[in-house]
């Protein structure tokens, strides 16, 4: 069935440093994927998504490429900060109007 | 505009008990998915319901269920707690279904913890 694989956490870094969450998905279909960020005691809110092959997803300095052929879909900050300490789910809906199928989730750690 | 709205925020009962979560969706937006969050497993989906129609089902078990109202308002329910039924669970609504032209909007979750 469809399935979602992210890199498992912890995941400590400084702050200002370069941040890479692997991602990939087996589906049918015409599948779309997302990044959800969960912060502590709160729900999950989306952070960026992709919406056809090789499109980039872009939002507070976060990007991920939606890449087709390597079924994957890697996200990624050149810079992070304290701030972006969270969970962060990689996730995909198998068919427009679907389920979403979640990673694990990858819980970040930075440190000042 | 509100966001999702889920109550209560943290609910406490007994083994073989049963229990009835809320969600209020954002105005206008007709779907309404439920997911159930715990460590071991992650988020799972239970349901997702399209104008007071079930749509889509996930592998869970008869005593999870569920129901919209003409408001879009949806209630899920456990009938007889188990243990394993501790989880967080999330609402997530969206106008027409979370595919790709549609951003599926989460609340913060009911905790739910079986003792």
């Known amino acids: 069935g469809d399935s979602v694989t992210q890199m498992e956490g912890p995941v400590t870094l400084s702050e200002e440093a370069f941040l890479t969450i692997n991602c990939t998905y087996t589906?049918?279909?015409?599948?779309?994927p997302f990044w959800y960020v969960q912060y502590p005691g709160e729900g999950l809110q989306l952070l960026l998504k992709a919406t056809k092959a090789d499109d980039k997803g872009s939002n507070k300095g976060f990007e991920a490429t939606y890449r087709k052929e390597t079924t994957s879909f890697h996200l990624e900050k050149g810079s992070v900060q304290v701030s972006d300490s969270a969970v962060y789910f990689c996730?995909?809906?198998?068919?427009?109007?679907?389920?979403?199928?979640f990673g694990k989730g990858t819980r970040l750690h930075i440190l000042p | 505009k509100a966001g999702v709205t889920q109550t209560p925020r943290y609910l406490i009962k007994t083994r073989g008990q049963q229990v009835t979560l809320s969600c209020s969706p954002i105005s206008g937006h007709r779907s309404v998915s439920w997911y159930q969050q715990t460590p071991g497993q992650g988020l799972q989906f239970l349901f997702e319901y399209f104008s007071e129609t079930q749509r889509n089902k996930g592998n869970f078990p008869g005593r999870f269920s569920g129901r919209q109202f003409s408001n879009s308002r949806s209630e899920m329910n456990v009938s007889t707690l188990e243990l394993g039924d501790s989880a967080l669970y999330l609402c997530?609504?969206?106008?027409?279904?979370?595919?790709?032209?549609?951003?599926?909007?989460f609340g913060q979750g009911t905790r739910l913890t079986v003792v």
């Open positions: 996730a995909l809906t198998p068919n427009r109007d679907d389920k979403i199928i």
């Open positions: 997530a609504s969206s106008l027409t279904g979370a595919g790709e032209s549609t951003e599926a909007f």
């Open positions: 589906a049918t279909g015409y599948p779309s």
